[in-house]
């Protein structure tokens, strides 16, 4: 890896672990969104992008903007982002990174005395993981025009809904259309890859091809809760048989249309409950969720139809009913743009850094910015893989090194994107 | 069936209808060992008792007897009974027909003008069903010598520990020597069911062969709680894929077994944990509780030996360490006595009834007695073979038809144990 970066990796790094502090002391590292750590770790931002010289708003969809006017604003604007919310008991670096790599960048921008076309801005969204209120995405939802009435009317923590937490935490949910954007010409997110690829493969910077989409099922199905000793076996109808051998097919499944590639497939029963749940008792019901993802739609439903009839099949071998198949929530892939991906990869070869491809197999605020205009994502190596969890760990040269890459991408991009724009114009 | 019974059915159900009354009234049908109703059922009973000429005592080990002496003492006694505690929204015929019958009997012998050799004791054995300290059959162990220190130490609600319960209920833990018995000649135990065979078969009575020995064994599967999108499926750990697939295993091998025939054999999955359960991440850790039952514990040998095989299997093909695999109880099957069944078979033919031999899937207190004395059950039929359930039911007719059937037989066995008891002496 080079080491002589366009920007400071040191200062890059105190950012994280300054805002990494902000955190539920009890269960590092937790800023959930809309809580008041969230809002103090904002407040924390909200300074360093001031004092970076960023022009800093809150837009009616919550999400906190960091704007470095260009010398031609009729260009429109080279968006940066990600996220600073976390999991509960979640990392220092997912999401944070990213929002983190943007200041950077601008910081560096300025002091080498450069100042771009296109106006810059750093977007830290509003709750990306899963809320409270049973939404993620909530700020680059509202940014893209995917945040309805529906979503604001679900309930969190104290029956307060949505539509008032957003307000609480500066934005206005009568007024999204103000957060809806046509002036971004493009959108790059720098995050840790939450998977094992890179490191294993020893590589410096991973550019995202494409973000899968997620298909969640959940099953239930309904048997009786009979005594587990006096029930011969032939006359049972135990609802946990079906559901096991249900779990094996996702497996099988899954295994099949991953092995038969080049699309990235995965499907996971992360969720499955037992009732009564009593050792001396048949199980008379069991309830599993499926987490299907994939950059190919059609896999998806090669695979929901292959579920559904084998479940379907093992209900009737179990002589249970299966009391439901139900489609949670069904997000479509996103693909990341080519001239950004081209220029990303031109950059980390500049840059002397180890690139490749890869899809990304969690979901990203640039899945949903990827529908008002081209986005591309950066991953940087994390320890193991680790996630969503206190170890989470990427070192300081490997996200110097992700936020290099967006910094070249940036210049040249703002070159090429305004030269597109005069050559349409022409 | 024969109708001209020689005891009460009306008198019988009433008792049984009035103790069904002393419930938490928020749940029916729950009367749980220890607690202030369980207590005043036990208070209603002894006045029953008393009111039937009963001498009413309590013994070291909390259970309620009823003694009523015969002609010839030394030659010891008859006992009969069950118990009158319930599982959590329970039944209103489990356990307590067992003691109403009893009750039953003696006063229909009392009427009768019946004056037996050998003394007659009813019993309502402490807390057979699983108490909140952890413990099932609390009486009857405490009556033949299993009841020991480890158990006493249980705690229960509140940290208050089995022996001080123990005593709360009239018992005395520091006595239970005086609860043990060598006098007992004889233990008869009529139950419903719990199960569909009588009913299906149209049968009043099942004489029980055998009660069943139950092993419940633990497995704990670790793997990683990995990222459900970003993990490919290769690299994976999932626990729930070796859970899932040994429950298969336990059916598979379960019916193998069942089919082999002639002994009772079934396994059941009941309880099975997922951690952390969530929809996006792969399971790291599984948890699942076997109970095995069986009238031949080769059978559950057999059983052991391959679910410990195969389980280690599925744990190798999902890549995660089969943590755990440790037996949490085993209760040995226990054997009704011949000359027992044989009395209750002739009985039952003498009145008229359809009578079939059939082996008990669920443990009771006759269970514990065989191990100090000839003992043996009458199964009733109860409807759909529900229990442990409010929906709980069986006949009038039924339960009046099984007690006739001890009471007959408890009249040829005070000849035919006096005739043995008079052979062995010459």
Not at 270 to 276: D, F, N, S, Y
Request: net charge negative.
């Amino acid at each position: 890896m080079r080491t002589n970066l366009p920007l400071n990796a040191d200062r890059l790094w105190a950012d994280i672990m300054a805002l990494a502090e902000i955190t539920d002391p009890a269960r590092p590292y937790t800023r959930r969104s809309f809580t008041p750590l969230f809002l103090e770790g904002r407040t924390w931002l909200a300074q360093c992008f001031a004092a970076a010289g960023l022009a800093t708003r809150i837009d009616t969809a919550g999400n906190l903007i960091g704007r470095l006017e260009g010398r031609n604003p009729a260009l429109g604007v080279i968006a940066i982002g990600s996220h600073s919310d976390t999991v509960p008991s979640g990392g220092r670096f997912d999401g944070i990174a990213g929002v983190a790599a943007g200041l950077e960048i601008v910081r560096a921008l300025r002091e080498s005395g450069t100042r771009l076309d296109h106006t810059i801005e750093i977007i830290d969204f509003l709750a990306e993981e899963p809320s409270e209120y049973g939404l993620s995405c909530v700020g680059s939802r509202g940014m893209t025009g995917a945040l309805d009435g529906g979503m604001l009317s679900l309930t969190g923590p104290g029956g307060e809904t949505l539509r008032d937490a957003l307000r609480r935490v500066g934005g206005d949910p009568d007024q999204l259309d103000q957060a809806r954007r046509d002036d971004i010409k493009a959108f790059l997110e720098l995050h840790i890859e939450q998977g094992i690829v890179l490191e294993s493969r020893s590589l410096d910077v991973g550019i995202v091809t494409s973000i899968v989409g997620i298909r969640r099922i959940e099953i239930v199905f309904q048997g009786e809760a009979d005594h587990a000793g006096t029930t011969p076996l032939g006359l049972r109808h135990d609802a946990l048989v079906a559901a096991a051998a249900t779990v094996s097919s996702v497996r099988g499944v899954a295994e099949k249309l991953a092995a038969e590639g080049p699309d990235y497939f995965v499907a996971t029963v992360g969720i499955l409950t037992v009732e009564p749940s009593a050792s001396n008792v048949v199980p008379g019901r069991s309830r599993l969720v499926i987490d299907a993802r994939t950059t190919n739609p059609a896999l998806t439903k090669s695979f929901v139809e292959a579920i559904d009839r084998e479940s379907l099949e093992h209900a009737a071998a179990a002589r249970v009913q299966r009391a439901s198949f139900e489609t949670l929530s069904d997000g479509a892939p996103a693909a990341c743009d080519p001239e950004l991906r081209s220029a990303l990869r031109e950059s980390a070869r500049d840059l002397g850094l180890e690139e490749s491809d890869l899809p990304s197999g969690a979901g990203h605020d640039a899945a949903f910015m990827s529908r008002i205009c081209p986005s591309a994502m950066v991953f940087v190596p994390c320890r193991a893989g680790k996630s969503h969890a206190p170890e989470e760990w990427a070192s300081r040269e490997a996200i110097a090194a992700g936020a290099a890459v967006i910094y070249q991408a940036v210049m040249a991009l703002d070159r090429s994107i305004a030269q597109k724009g005069r050559a349409a114009a022409r």
